[in-house]
């Protein structure tokens, strides 16, 4: 079987330029594609495609009808945070929250908990790999699993992590949290875990039956 095509679309800042050097990354020949030049022939062939995290939000919107395409026709597509993506990816809806960088320091709750625990994709994500901090919370489209919710007052008030396996014939991972940012920048514990994760997961459902 060949190796799954998955594109890392990005806006060529330093940590995502990090995030594509990387050597531990190498063995998943992710294949760059720039938003600022961005086609929708670029990603037409590939398996998956990876939004890394922090890009121009206009950019995305005026794209997000051919990278939900993505999913629409089978394939796997990664949503990273801080990237608008209540704009341009259909039923979802988004609320700021402040960013607690710091509560292992402080002790103090970080209202993050894990959910759905044993569904398959548990297998490739750890605790310390989904929950480090967020920029805000969504409210999925009906139907999608929240793997990491947020809970206020006593109830929960948001999704910071989900996957969707209904509204396409594919499948999204969508998230607030921004690890290639992180991970490029060596500040904070957990990112460079789930960016490892993430990538893993997307080669292994890019491979399973029908997408090679």
Not at 8 to 33: I, M, N
Not at 107 to 135: C, V, Y
Not at 191 to 198: D, N, P
Request: charged fraction near 20%.
């Amino acid at each position: 079987m060949s190796a799954p095509e998955i594109a890392f679309v990005h806006g060529g800042s330093s940590s995502h330029l990090t995030t594509l050097q990387d050597p531990a990354l190498a063995p998943y020949r992710l294949r760059p594609v720039h938003l600022y030049d961005f086609t929708p022939d670029d990603i037409a062939g590939a398996d998956a495609v990876i939004v890394a995290d922090r890009e121009h939000p206009a950019l995305l919107g005026k794209h997000g009808s051919s990278l939900y395409e993505v999913a629409e026709r089978g394939g796997v597509l990664v949503v990273f945070g801080e990237n608008a993506a209540h704009e341009w990816l259909p039923g979802v809806s988004w609320e700021p929250r402040p960013t607690n960088f710091w509560w292992w320091r402080t002790g103090e709750d970080h209202g993050m908990r894990l959910q759905r625990t044993d569904e398959p994709i548990w297998d490739f994500f750890s605790e310390k790999a989904m929950i480090w901090h967020h920029h805000g919370i969504f409210t999925p489209p009906e139907g999608a699993v929240p793997l990491v919710t947020v809970e206020e007052d006593g109830a929960t008030a948001g999704a910071t992590t989900y996957h969707d396996t209904v509204s396409t014939a594919g499948e999204l991972f969508v998230t607030t949290m921004d690890p290639c940012f992180h991970h490029g920048a060596a500040f904070m514990p957990g990112a460079t875990q789930l960016l490892y994760s993430t990538v893993r997961w997307v080669e292994h459902r890019a491979r399973r039956a029908g997408r090679t």
